[in-house]
């Protein structure tokens, strides 16, 4: 489960860490390849930026999935259950009183 989460933070890191002028370095690599026209940066640098966005909040939306479903095996006690067991704790020691 834990090998899965490393490889799927592996990916989005790169998307992740796209910034706007990472985004033109790319935009003037393929230029220079000859496989884009510098006409078009305006539309691939928003495209580019888009795409890591979309791609961070997927990342985000499964590294929280992953978290819940791994907390949910461990059987940790909740928040709410702390909050009972703090109160019937202090009902005793006040009735001990």
Do not use: C, H, W
């Amino acid at each position: 489960m834990f090998e899965t989460l490393d490889k799927m933070m592996l990916a989005g890191l790169g998307a992740i860490s796209m910034t706007r002028e990472r985004a033109d370095k790319i935009f003037d690599d393929y230029v220079s390849r000859g496989k884009i026209e510098k006409e078009n940066r305006t539309g691939f640098t928003k495209a580019l930026m888009d795409a890591a966005e979309k791609n961070r909040s997927e990342l985000e939306k499964l590294v929280a999935k992953q978290v819940r479903e791994t907390l949910e095996t461990l059987n940790l006690p909740s928040r709410e259950d702390l909050q009972r067991l703090e109160q019937k704790v202090d009902e005793l020691l006040g009735r001990e009183s």
